[in-house]
Structures are given as structure tokens and as C-alpha cells.
Nanobody, 124 residues
Framework: QVQLVESGGGSVQAGGSLRLSCAAS????????MGWFRQAPGKEREFVAT????????YYADSVKGRFTISRDNAKNTVYLQMNSLKPEDTAVYYC?????????????????WGQGTQVTVSS
């Protein structure tokens, strides 16, 4: 069973940057696609970005396209989310997850293992 631990969250001002990390342990994630989701207070969890097993294919939510970059280092069993030009509406708990398939990449049901989340707060 894989354990996923997110880190790198914090509080920043609008326009700032943060880099989130998702470290996997217990099992290798190198053969799995991975994703990032976020959940703001009072809202449903939503898709942010996904990356295939090799890092050659990525998809993003329209709301973060051009500002966020997902990447991975399979040797380190880690996935990253570089977030630039942050906006107050990016404030949320960010979760990484392992994609098992069976549903579209933007659907929660496509992911079978989740981290505990890391808080990102962007002030105006």
C-alpha cells in the first residue's frame, strides 16, 4: 500500500509562488499517473493537474493552466506542483493522489490513494 505525504503549503500574497511536493512511500509510484486536487472551504474537491507515469503528458484545469506546473521525479518517488502567480481563489487544501484508472483523469473516482493534504492560503 502506498502512502502519500504532501508538503510545501503555506501562506503567500497574491502573485507569489509555492512549490508543493508529494512524497510516496511503501510502494513505487513510477508506473502510475499521479494527480493534484484541491478543496476550498464549503466547496467540492476539484481537479488541478495530472501527469502520466513518465512525465511526458500533463493536463491542467483551465483555472490553473499557464500558472501551475506538475512534474515528477521517479527516482525520488515524488511528484511536484509548482504554483506561480497565485490568486486568492487558489486558497484550498491541496491533495495528491495516485491514478488507478477506470474513469477520466479529472474525476476523483480515477484515483485510489490520497495524501492528507497541505493548506495553501493566498491573501490579496
Amino acid at each position: 500500500q502506498v502512502q502519500l505525504v504532501e508538503s510545501g503549503g503555506g501562506s503567500v500574497q497574491a502573485g507569489g509562488s509555492l512549490r508543493l511536493s508529494c512524497a510516496a512511500s511503501g510502494r513505487s509510484i513510477r508506473s502510475y499517473a499521479m494527480g493534484w486536487f484541491r478543496q476550498a472551504p464549503g466547496k467540492e474537491r476539484e481537479f488541478v493537474a495530472t501527469i502520466n507515469w513518465s512525465g511526458s503528458v500533463t493536463y491542467y484545469a483551465d483555472s490553473v493552466k499557464g500558472r501551475f506546473t506538475i512534474s515528477r521525479d521517479n527516482a525520488k518517488n515524488t511528484v511536484y506542483l509548482q504554483m506561480n502567480s497565485l490568486k486568492p481563489e487558489d486558497t484550498a487544501v491541496y491533495y495528491c493522489a495516485r491514478r488507478q484508472g477506470g474513469s477520466d483523469y479529472y474525476q476523483i473516482s480515477a484515483y485510489d490513494s490520497w495524501g492528507q493534504g497541505t493548506q495553501v492560503t493566498v491573501s490579496s
